[in-house]
């Protein structure tokens, strides 16, 4: 598995292959108005109201035969958890669904950003966090590769400010490996050996 976000700017919509928009519980869609997609407003409501159950937390549609809309539906308030975890649960939809390459635009979190400055970075955090995978021993691996862009205009706001996501996904995947790896392997020695690396990092290990 990896991960690759890209912040692009002034990205060409045609060469957006999977729109994921932030929408409301009815599915209706944040800044719609304020985003060039606003001229197929007509196209994605039929689309939206084509749903005969809307209480899922993804709806997913064809814009045009080489274009997709992704709605991720978020609720009022939502918690720093609970965007992390609409976050993971993306990804376990775009992995289901073999999606391999999404575009966020900016102007469509904005809202959220408002009131919550990091907002794109829990989100983000959540599907880092999903996307890990132990598969350090097995012969045949399915590797799934997601590609990331977060479309802007003028100024990326404030994404990825705060570093702390980066380190966090680094130190809780690095718990994961040791919980995951056999008895056999991660002996006591080999753990402490594993565990004093961290001293590179400046934190204090004593054995």
Known sequence: MSIKISPKKNLNEKNIKNYVLFSDEDFKISQLSNLSLNKYSTII???????????????????????????????????????????????????????????FILNNAKEHINKNKFFLDEFLHGVNL????????????????????????????????????TSLVHGINFTKDLVSEPGNILHPDEYAKRITQLRKLGLKVTV
């Open 130 to 165: 999903k996307s890990y995978e132990f598969n350090k021993y097995k012969t045949k691996k399915k590797n799934f590769n997601l590609e990331i862009s977060i479309s802007y205009k003028n100024k990326l706001l404030n994404f990825n400010n705060n570093k702390r996501f």
């Open 45 to 103: 409501s039929k689309s939206i109201k084509s749903f005969n159950q809307k209480e899922g937390t993804f709806l997913s549609f064809n814009l045009n035969p080489d274009q997709k809309i992704i709605l991720v539906k978020l609720d009022k308030n939502l918690s720093a958890s609970e965007i992390e975890k609409r976050g993971a649960e993306l990804y376990t939809f775009l992995k289901k669904n073999n999606i391999f390459e999404i575009t």
